[in-house]
Structure formats: C-alpha cells, structure tokens
C-alpha cells in the first residue's frame, strides 16, 4: 500500500482496480506538496532556533522590558497597515511562566498550529514587576470565528486552565483608549498650570 488511504479502496462492489501502476497524477502530487509544506516549516523553525537559543529568555529579563516577534514587513504598531483593523488576544500571567509560555506561542506560530490562513500578525510578551502578558496579533478584529480559533488554539498550545481570563482588544479601541489618556494628561496639566 503506497498511502494510508489505499486501504479505503477495498469494498465489495467488486469494482477493484486491476491495475497496480503508478498512482494518478493528483494522487502522486498531493503527498509531494505536502513534503514541500512539512520541510518549508521544518526550514523556517530551524532557522528561528539558531537565532532564539542565544536570546536571553524573557522570565531572566528584569524589570519593564517587551519582545515583538512579527511577520516580515509587519511593524508591531496598531498604525501597520496590516494591523489597523485587527486587534490582539491577550493573556495576563503570574511571574514564572513567561518564557515557557512565549516559547510555546512562538513554536505555534511557526509551525502554524493556529489554522487561520495570513491571519496571524505577530505576538509581543511583555515583561512587568508584578506580571507577564503575552499577546498575540491578527489582522481582522471583525470576524468572529477567526477570532474564537485564535482564543481557542492559544488556550490549548499554552495549556491555560480553563479560568483563565483572556481579553480581546481591537487595536481601534487602543487607540481611542490611548487618546483619551493623553487628552487627559494634557487637560490635567494645563489645569494645574
């Protein structure tokens, strides 16, 4: 037997193939495509780990510190062109789990475990005093269903107990947030003047 569906072909309609040639053309590409895809991703994930093994990881960082890791041409900023209708997922962690976690994010990303297409953006770990957060970045803050994969993925690849709060955050919300802030810092200033 050539694949594991050969097996499926014996039924007992009597109408077996004779033949025992060579496999249809689609049948002979579909499992060449699938090697090219396995060792492009095999590729990519080696040539990440030469670089990530000597990065310090980000539960050794002290103090206020960020890690961006984005697709190439994707700048980590909510003005991006790919990110400005997107939004991001984000988990807020106890001291200690950081790099575990940023790890197994990163891996999932590159071996696309997240099954959402080009949806994917980037991701940040955020290093604070009294937590981590770890976020990760998609393109379309408007659908749903992409969405709930993300969240749903990222909560089995991070093996998060069920409680654990995730928050989503339209980059358009951050920024009015962000904007409200600064008009409030700028109001607060003049009045004290």
Same mark, same amino acid.
């Given at each position: 037997?050539?694949?594991?569906?050969?097996?499926?072909?014996?039924?007992?309609?009597?109408?077996?193939?004779?033949?025992?040639?060579?496999?249809?053309?689609?049948?002979?590409?579909?499992?060449?495509?699938?090697?090219?895809?396995?060792?492009?991703?095999?590729?990519?994930?080696?040539?990440? %780990?030469?670089?990530?093994?000597?990065? !310090?990881?980000?539960?050794?960082?002290?103090?206020?510190?960020?890690?961006?890791?984005?697709?190439?041409?994707?700048?980590?900023?909510?003005?991006?062109?790919?990110?400005?209708?997107?939004?991001?997922?984000? !988990?807020?962690?106890?001291?200690?789990?950081?790099?575990?976690?940023?790890?197994?994010?990163?891996?999932?990303?590159?071996?696309?475990?997240?099954?959402?297409?080009?949806?994917?953006?980037?991701?940040?770990?955020?290093?604070?005093?009294?937590?981590? !957060? !770890?976020?990760? %970045?998609?393109?379309?803050?408007?659908?749903?269903?992409?969405?709930?994969?993300?969240?749903?993925?990222?909560?089995?690849?991070?093996?998060?107990?069920?409680?654990?709060?995730?928050?989503?955050?339209?980059?358009?919300?951050?920024?009015?947030?962000?904007?409200?802030?600064?008009?409030?810092?700028?109001?607060?200033?003049?009045?004290?003047?």
């Amino acid at each position: 037997m050539n694949n594991k569906f050969d097996a499926l072909k014996d039924d007992d309609s009597g109408d077996h193939e004779q033949d025992q040639g060579s496999p249809k053309d689609s049948e002979k590409e579909k499992p060449e495509e699938d090697d090219k895809e396995q060792n492009i991703i095999k590729k990519k994930v080696e040539q990440f %780990w030469r670089f990530y093994s000597h990065m !310090i990881r980000p539960g050794d960082l002290t103090g206020h510190s960020d890690f961006h890791l984005f697709k190439e041409g994707i700048k980590p900023m909510w003005e991006d062109d790919a990110n400005k209708m997107g939004g991001k997922w984000i !988990i807020r962690l106890r001291k200690g789990l950081a790099s575990r976690c940023w790890e197994n994010l990163i891996l999932a990303m590159l071996g696309e475990q997240f099954m959402v297409g080009e949806e994917i953006c980037g991701a940040v770990v955020s290093v604070r005093f009294q937590e981590d !957060i !770890i976020s990760i %970045w998609n393109k379309t803050a408007s659908d749903q269903a992409t969405t709930a994969r993300i969240r749903d993925t990222l909560r089995r690849v991070l093996n998060l107990p069920p409680n654990t709060i995730m928050e989503y955050k339209t980059h358009t919300d951050s920024i009015k947030y962000v904007c409200l802030l600064v008009l409030l810092f700028f109001s607060f200033n003049l009045s004290v003047s």
